[in-house]
């Protein structure tokens, strides 16, 4: 409950300063330098990954670690959908 809870005021506050043309600033506000970082690699990850390139090709490209290449193709493969409807792909389910 508390894990939804954290979510929703995540969205709202994203949302909120999307509509206000905001988000950079919040986001600057928001994260560290290295959180924005980590979660950036997550996304360019998501993005190769979904462009068909093979792990290895990502992790060479982006200097990422096999590990979280993975469990990123997991999140693809077995999560919510929103990577694809994001960056182009189809839900495979």
Same mark, same amino acid.
């Given at each position: 409950? $508390?894990? +939804?809870?954290?979510k929703q005021i995540l969205v709202d506050s994203l949302k909120e300063?999307?509509?206000?043309?905001?988000?950079?600033? %919040?986001?600057?506000?928001?994260?560290?330098? *290295?959180?924005?970082? +980590?979660?950036?690699? !997550? $996304?360019?990850?998501?993005?190769? #990954?979904?462009? +068909? @390139?093979?792990?290895?090709?990502?992790? @060479?490209?982006?200097?990422?670690?096999?590990?979280? #290449?993975?469990? #990123?193709?997991?999140?693809? @493969?077995?999560? !919510? &959908?929103? %990577? *694809?409807?994001? %960056? &182009? !792909?189809?839900?495979? !389910?």
């Amino acid at each position: 409950m $508390v894990k +939804d809870q954290n979510k929703q005021i995540l969205v709202d506050s994203l949302k909120e300063a999307s509509q206000k043309h905001s988000l950079g600033a %919040f986001l600057d506000d928001l994260l560290t330098e *290295q959180e924005m970082a +980590d979660l950036a690699q !997550r $996304v360019k990850i998501a993005k190769g #990954i979904i462009k +068909d @390139k093979t792990y290895l090709e990502v992790s @060479k490209k982006l200097d990422a670690s096999t590990t979280t #290449i993975t469990k #990123i193709g997991q999140v693809i @493969k077995y999560g !919510r &959908g929103a %990577f *694809q409807k994001l %960056f &182009g !792909r189809k839900e495979e !389910r």
